[in-house]
């Protein structure tokens, strides 16, 4: 939700900030903009422009050379996406100028007043009540912009991350956050703030963590960190642990491409010295419940997870929506374990449900995979999965290494539990251990399923049905579909097909089916639920690991543990959807509307 920027060193600040901003373009591609001083005391070089960075980039002529700059991509909250309502905002002198990601809950209020004092509005956003804020501070705190951010940050209610730089104090840019992402990336005579590591990866690989309610000041050889009240306070220094290829595109047409096959190494990178347990710390036996929260993608995965866990540990298991979840204020205390599962570590809505969930005494075992992301550092402890960088906003490595730490999880659990036996534990683990040459295997041989899905591209409508954990990746399959290829799409139990949606059911549907571990009495309900939708004119795609007669079009996958099949069975829905995209013409990995990081409740 919105990529920031902000760089201030020796070289030209134009380069790294579009770097930047092409690197956090998946945050957001509503509009792009940036600010960069061009002669201490003049108003600032200000470029901003509707839609994707590539319109800010061709508009871009003579630009000031300046050491210094600013950059944001947005993704529209208040006030739609034009080239007025793009970031940076400017005071009215514009001499300062000001990037947010997040929402100003209060900024009506804070826009009523300020234009009762003389202050000249000229977006729709709650952003530009903070840049008209901070003037009035920084003149009250003789120039000192960031005493007069802490003083703002004190008066803002919401969720922010602001970068500001002032066009008398070039080398200065002060940020500052509240749940929402930004750090810094430290650099040889040179410093960077960004919303994530992979706006500055390519110039240094170290980086400092920011908590909450803190503001930084950073110029090209010095980082100061305080806390609003203007103590110092130390940041937690970390070295990334992936290079900028990582974050490259590599040969593919599409990251989303690039990222489904990763997935074998994601995996294996997630299984990797945990097979043998994991170092918690966290006593599992005073648990009588683990609830799940997420959304989207990781919700799916959690709903997989419970599959696992209950059968594996035995302990009663929920999924929840995150963003329902504390509204209902659920029962929960000190004997729950609550797992929120989110890639990006930053999601509001779980963040939410994590800390509604801390104050109920609950522990927190989060499975992140963002490195020192808030979810993470709010966690008694934390599961991080090593899916690398996922740039695509339809994610597909980061939900294959969710599933395995919902298997890893389960493990866990067992052995604390006593619940499978070594031999089982051992089992399991050889299977898991399986997987990335599995997944590599189906990877081999998708390329005839690229061709048949084209033939569906101008369907009105697609279905999913999975039984067990099938049913969960149907719905992934479904989300997927819907995200890239804007169509409708919906996953379904393959049992609650007569209970009302075979009525969607018409000539020429096309049907998604997933059947169970061949041989079992799930395989066979569901081919009875494959006959009902052919029966009724649907066009059935089976992917099984055993040849199926009726199927229209047929995708085999491997043997597996009935429990991990969605690992593999998912590739052919990440495939379908990302194809169907491709021939209908849609931004891979941009869909319109959506960002990859969804920091706004
Ligand atoms: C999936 O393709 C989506 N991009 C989305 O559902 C995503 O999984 C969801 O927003 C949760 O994100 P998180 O894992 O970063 O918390």
Redesign the pocket.
Known sequence: MCGIVGYTGKDSALTPVIEGLRRLEYRGYDSAGIAIPAEIGKPLFIEKRSGKLKNLEDALGKTPKSNSGIGHTRWATHGGPTDTNAHPHLDNEGKLALIHNGIIENYEQLRYELEKKGHKFKSETDTESVVHLLSDARKENNGDLAAAMRQVCKQLKGSFTLLAIHADDPTHIVGARRNSPLVVGIGDGENFLASDVAAFISHTKKALELGQDQVVDITPTSIEVTDLSGQKVTGKEFEISWDATAAERGGFSHFMLKEIYEQPKAIADTLIGRLSGLDLKIKFKKFNKIVII??????NAGLVGKYAIEKWGNIPVDVEL?SEYRYREPSLDKKTLVIP???????M??LMALRYAKSKNATILSVC??NGST?ARESDAVLYTHAGPEIA????K??AT?LIAMYLIGLEVSRKLGTLTKNEIKQISEELNQLPAKVEQILETVEPLRQTTRKFKSAESVLFLGRHVGYPTALEGA??LK?LAYMHAEGFAGGELKHGPIALIDQGTPVVAIMPTSGSLLAEKMASNIQEVKARGAIVIVISESDFAGADHFIRIPKVNQLMQPVLSVVPLQVIAYEMAVARGNDVDQPRN?A???TVE
Not at 341 to 347: A, P, R
Request: charged share 15%; glycine share 6%.
């Open positions: 997420a959304c989207g993608t990781a919700y995150a599962i989110s890639q990006s570590g930053e999601t809505d779980t995979n963002t979810i906003v339809a994610s597909t980061a939900f969710q989300l997927k995200e959506l990859k990081s969804v």
